[in-house]
């Protein structure tokens, strides 16, 4: 689960992190209301989306040289006029793909006098099962180009999470900073804030870009963004009440309700699966036979009608859908209960798209039986490269 930024940085200020002063906005108003609380005379209007690259970003309609999501206002009237000319309005970046994402919130925060920026990420690293903290002395918006051009830049520190974080790795971010003196010694109380923050919330991904150091020497985090491990969340109550749905897909929040894992991708065929592994590897075989998956959906191991029927409702809610593929390996699920619901849910939603099914595994005789009795177009296979194969001939034959 993600959260904006404004949330990040409310989150890392209880566990003592040094950030600036600021307030989220959802009005002019507001936004006014919120500078004439900081202390100025500089102030920074921040678009809050679930998306990086805002400082770079465009709204679209505005001219090329239109500031973009990160603006510097010298005034609590230049406050108002940025609120003004990016509220209700839609901002691309180069995470949010052409369509942009609109502002519906700012976060006005106290302007600072940077000296220097730097960069500080925490991740859990899967390979190793350990906590990563990567630093760079490189930090700011152009942090992807030097992971890319220059990753000699990029130091990566590994935590043992039955160890926890020690005064020797707050060392070692620090020296990766390349700092010295008071500033070294700040660095190693922020590492140690944010890692306890990063544990203590069950976080999955936590990004300073920049943690700056100010003229007056003091290191500040100037820019936060969070994701947290969903499945941790019922443990989290507060955590879950940061969620802003209006920045998350709405087929993606509906799935979510019948416990279904589905992603929107770009292609036109839907994938309807039982497991991760095989899902992978079903939109793998799509691409290979000339086509794009329209999306990942996994209905996991216990599916029933009821979650066969939202996965297909879900799936055709995509207008870009124009087939499907239903690759069922039956397990502890029973083939021709997969079947059942299959067919349940062709006709409850009333399907009007090619329907390609490969069953195996338990009961597979009686779910293809099933399959066949049902009177629906519904295209049986026999294995998944005979399922990619059929599903892509009857999009093409339906187009």
């Not at 400082?55 to 009237?77: H, I, M, P, Y």
């Not at 901002?91 to 000296?115: F, M, S």
């Not at 890692?195 to 920049?210: G, I, K, Q, R």
């Not at 009795?373 to 998944?384: E, H, K, M, R, T």
């Amino acid at each position: 689960m993600n959260i904006h930024e404004y949330q990040a940085k409310e989150v890392l200020a209880k566990f003592g992190a040094p950030v600036p002063l600021g307030y989220a906005a959802t009005t002019v108003e507001e936004a006014v209301a919120a500078a004439e609380k900081l202390p100025g005379p500089i102030y920074v209007v921040k678009a809050q989306i679930h998306a990086g690259g805002r400082g770079k970003g465009k709204f679209v309609g505005a001219a090329t040289d239109a500031k973009g999501g990160v603006r510097l206002s010298k005034s609590v009237e230049e406050v108002r006029k940025n609120a003004s000319e990016m509220l209700g309005h839609t901002l691309v970046t180069v995470q949010t793909g052409e369509h942009g994402k609109e502002v519906n919130r700012l976060y006005v925060t106290d302007g600072a006098d940077i000296a220097k920026e730097y960069y500080l990420s925490m991740l859990v690293d899967r390979a190793t099962g350990r906590i990563a903290i990567v630093a760079s002395t490189e930090g700011g918006m152009d942090i992807e180009a030097v992971a890319h051009d220059t990753p000699e830049k990029i130091e990566t520190i590994i935590v043992d999470p039955a160890e926890g974080f020690m005064p020797h790795h707050g060392r070692a971010v620090a020296y990766a900073l390349k700092l010295e003196g008071d500033a070294n010694k700040q660095a190693q109380k922020v590492a140690a804030q944010l890692y306890e923050a990063f544990v203590a919330t069950d976080m999955s991904m936590l990004e300073v870009n920049p943690l700056v150091e100010t003229t007056d020497g003091k290191l500040l985090v100037l820019d936060a963004k969070v994701s947290f491990d969903s499945n941790s969340l019922y443990r989290h109550k507060d955590i879950v009440a940061l969620r802003d749905e209006t920045e998350e897909d709405p087929a993606e929040i509906e799935a979510s309700k019948y416990d279904l894992a589905y992603i929107k991708l770009d292609g036109n065929i839907g994938c309807m699966v039982n497991g991760a592994g095989l899902a992978m590897a079903t939109m793998d075989i799509i691409k290979l036979n000339g086509a794009f998956p329209a999306n990942f959906l996994d209905v996991g191991g216990g599916a029933n009608k009821e979650k066969v029927t939202a996965a297909f409702k879900i799936i055709l809610s995509d207008p870009a859908v124009e087939g499907i593929l239903v690759n069922i390996f039956g397990g502890i699920m029973k083939c021709d209960i997969i079947a059942e619901g299959i067919v349940a849910a062709a006709k409850d939603v009333n399907l009007s798209v090619p329907l390609v099914v490969r069953l195996e595994g338990t009961n597979v005789e009686q779910g293809k039986d099933i399959l066949a009795n049902s009177g629906l177009p519904i295209v049986p296979a026999n294995d998944l490269g005979d399922a990619a194969k059929k599903i892509v001939a009857e999009v093409k034959k339906a187009a």
